[in-house]
């Protein structure tokens, strides 16, 4: 679970920005089931919020930012000259590091992973174990001026002699030593501590965006009888049309798959390296899989029923965008019924009904209540803004300053009662992260008056 996520010049954020989950202990005591305890404090963590902000504020840039510093710590860079970082550039401090900084829950541990970079090099990186007031270092990391790296693991428990070698060499300058470790040794090697915290990282942090699909479906779906009921039962509850779900999954041979790609003669032959995995999408809804020197054609097809009961079948690329979107989330809620992880999904509402979006969170609250499990969002929908469904520390907004900085700042900073009608006070402004429309009638010009002679 995120406890706490600190952002500074990077994207649309300039000075440094904490987006915070740790429980207001002042609020009344409403929705227990929402706040998870911090190991070693008297403080909780919350299991939800919605993050509020008008186009361009800069709201997506904290999930790009989660995004960038996650692809740091478990993926080595494409490029062996540079970051990918990118730094805010309304100001003359472009070129000065940008710093992440992300709290975690991780196996009843609280933990802090960051980093500051600049367009070359991870200048330092650090991981430690957050106990009460106290810190326990794991590791440090730091580029000098000549792009030297060092790197102190004197907290880790009983480091193995080749990740003590790893460290001695220091690695790249412009990867972190967490991914360097990733790529370079075996679970045995790193030991349980790192080895939990990369699984994090990779398997428990999982972020979706507008345009994102929830992995693979159609292996997902092939592979798991019971994430396919759940999802078709899920579509129907939530009155999309669709009675329930099926796979159509066939297994094709070498010759068959090279004649899929008529118009793309160099891929046949890559596909066909042994041992070289593979996943295409054609657009007549089939995705394509190699596994191992086996080929696949695999289509999830959404079964209706008429009114006389017969059943027509629809492949998936035909149903609505909605629809679409909609069983793109549905393996989260899945997901969280039997395992503890963190989402985080921006723009929750693309192409999705306001009402489907406030279902999807009362089902994860539901479906996450007795676990450690996180559901994030970036919106505008309005409607989500109700006090018997989140609290108010639940409720983040964005807004941009007159520097063009992204500014994050809670409604609990606003005295809110209890009953107070949330969504009215927001949609007039009285929270700000609204868009400011200006003399907009200008721009349309006053239609011709009747003469009358």
């Not at 942090?205 to 997902?220: A, Q, S, T």
């Not at 992880?341 to 209540?369: C, K, M, N, V």
Request: hydrophobic share 35%; aromatic share 8%; with cysteine.
């Amino acid at each position: 679970m995120i406890v706490s996520f600190s952002v500074s010049n990077f994207r649309s954020f300039g000075d440094e920005q904490t987006f915070s989950l740790v429980a207001n202990d002042k609020l009344p005591h409403t929705h227990p089931g929402h706040l998870v305890p911090i190991p070693d404090s008297d403080q909780k963590v919350l299991r939800t919020s919605v993050l509020y902000g008008a186009n361009g504020a800069g709201k997506s840039n904290l999930f790009k930012a989660l995004r960038y510093l996650r692809q740091i710590a478990i993926r080595p860079p494409n490029s062996s000259t540079g970051t990918g970082r990118q730094a805010f550039r309304f100001s003359n401090t472009a070129t000065e590091p940008s710093t992440l900084d992300l709290q975690f829950l991780h196996n009843g541990r609280l933990y802090r992973f960051g980093c500051k970079v600049d367009e070359r090099h991870i200048l330092e990186e650090w991981l430690v174990q957050v106990v009460g007031s106290a810190e326990r270092i794991l590791y440090e990391r730091v580029t000098d001026l000549n792009g030297d790296v060092t790197i102190e693991v004197t907290g880790l428990e009983q480091p193995s002699t080749k990740l003590n070698a790893l460290a001695t060499v220091g690695g790249p300058a412009n990867q972190s030593f967490l991914a360097t470790i990733h790529a370079n040794l075996k679970p045995a090697d790193i030991g349980p501590e790192l080895s939990g915290i990369l699984d994090w990282f990779g398997n428990k942090l999982c972020l979706i965006g507008p345009d994102d699909v929830y992995g693979p479906m159609g292996k997902r779906f092939a592979e798991d009888k019971d994430l396919l009921d759940f999802a078709g039962d899920f579509l129907r509850s939530s009155s999309t049309g669709v009675d329930r779900l099926q796979v159509v999954q066939t297994e094709v041979n070498p010759k068959e798959w090279q004649g899929l790609f008529p118009d793309r003669h160099d891929l046949p032959k890559e596909t066909l390296e042994k041992g070289r995995p593979l996943r295409l999408d054609l657009a007549d809804g089939h995705e394509l899989r190699k596994e191992g020197d086996r080929f696949y054609r695999t289509r999830i097809e959404a079964v209706h029923r008429q009114e006389e009961g017969q059943l027509i079948s629809l492949p998936l690329n035909e149903e609505s965008d909605g629809t679409r979107r909609l069983l793109h989330l549905v393996p989260a809620l899945h997901h969280l019924r039997s395992a503890s992880a963190t989402f985080f999904i921006d723009e929750i509402e693309r192409s999705l009904h306001p009402l489907l979006a406030a279902r999807f969170l009362t089902s994860f609250l539901e479906a996450g209540a007795k676990g450690a499990s996180q559901v994030i969002i970036t919106t505008h929908e309005s409607s989500l803004l109700d006090q018997d469904l989140l609290r108010r520390d639940e409720v983040w907004f964005a807004e941009k300053n007159q520097q063009a900085m992204t500014q994050l700042y809670s409604l609990t900073d606003f005295p809110v009662r209890q009953d107070q009608p949330l969504r009215k006070h927001y949609l007039q402004g009285r929270f700000g992260a609204v868009p400011f429309l200006g003399n907009v009638e200008r721009l349309f010009p006053e239609p011709e008056k009747d003469f009358v002679a």
